[in-house]
């Protein structure tokens, strides 16, 4: 149940979070594997960011890739949480008196937090594909062309195997 809470919670989050991950995305990738100076430049900063990819793509396009960008909350942090609050409950945090360890804790998390981050790996891959997508005018990286999330994930398997789909 706790993966399910914890899922959801992130779930809410993501719809707000997304057009920003969409911002910092692109911006990211511009100019990928060029020399400083040597391409061109689409997005000055994360105002002028948004204005482009809203005057060229429209303002849904602010919300690219948003069906994996929630499932990735759901997976990444329901995994992470759920996992945490089981060791917890099992007693695997705390000392002989009931007090939580904080080494332990921290061991916990990081479990938690490597098993969320692999278990959503290929879905991250897929959306980050999804939210570069662009029109040519403000293209950055390889445009993936992808129609949704499923024909995504089918695609990279079918071409690349899930190998690159489970490396984090």
Not at 98 to 116: I, R
Request: glycine share 12%.
């Amino acid at each position: 149940m706790d993966f399910v809470i914890a899922g959801v919670a992130a779930v809410g989050a993501g719809f707000f979070s997304n057009p920003l991950e969409v911002l910092k995305t692109r911006m990211q990738l511009q100019g990928e594997l060029r020399a400083k100076g040597q391409y061109a430049v689409h997005y000055r900063n994360i105002f002028h960011a948004t204005y482009s990819i809203v005057k060229h793509d429209g303002v849904l396009s602010l919300q690219k890739g948003l069906s994996p960008a929630l499932w990735v909350q759901f997976i990444m942090n329901g995994v992470r949480l759920g996992i945490y609050q089981s060791l917890e409950d099992g007693g695997y945090v705390l000392d002989k008196e009931g007090n939580t360890v904080f080494y332990k804790s921290v061991l916990a998390g990081g479990v938690g937090g490597v098993a969320g981050q692999l278990a959503c790996s290929p879905v991250f891959l897929v959306k980050t594909h999804l939210q570069t997508q662009s029109s040519e005018a403000i293209a950055v990286g390889h445009q993936h062309q992808h129609r949704n999330m499923w024909q995504a994930m089918a695609l990279i398997y079918r071409e690349q195997g899930v190998s690159v789909l489970c490396n984090p």
